[in-house]
C-alpha cells in the first residue's frame, strides 16, 4: 500500500501523543510513503515554531527519508483547486488530497478536515 503519512501524524509521533502509536505503524512500516511539498512546509514551520531552525531542518531530514517528495504541479494544483470547490477543504489540505491521488495513496490521519474521506486512514478518535 502506498500512504500519504500527513503533517498531523508527524507532529503527533513526535509530540508522543495519544496517537503516536497508531501514526508510528505507518511511519515506523514498511508501505511506501509519499509526502506533498505542502506537507514539508506545514512540518518545517512546527518545528520552527515550537524549537529552532536546526531541529526544523532535522526533522525535515527525517521526513525526507522515510518519503518520496511530490512537488505540487500544474495538474497537482488544478485538482486541488477542483477538491476545494467541491469538498470545501482549505486549500492546503486539497493540495495534500490531490498529491495522494495522484499516486493512489491512501492519507494517514487524524486531521478533522480528512475524516470520512474515502482516501484516508484516519487514525484519531
Known sequence: MTVLIDSWSWIEYWKGSRYAEKAAEYIEGTD???????????????????????????????????????PVDEQIAVDAARLKHSLKLPLADSIILATARTRNAKIVSGDKDFKGLPDTLFIAD
Open 32 to 70: 511506501t510513503a509519499v509526502l506533498s511539498t505542502v506537507n514539508l512546509a506545514e512540518i518545517y514551520f512546527s518545528v520552527l515554531r515550537d524549537y529552532d531552525e536546526k531541529k526544523a531542518r532535522e526533522k525535515a531530514d527525517t521526513v525526507r527519508k522515510r518519503s518520496f517528495l511530490i
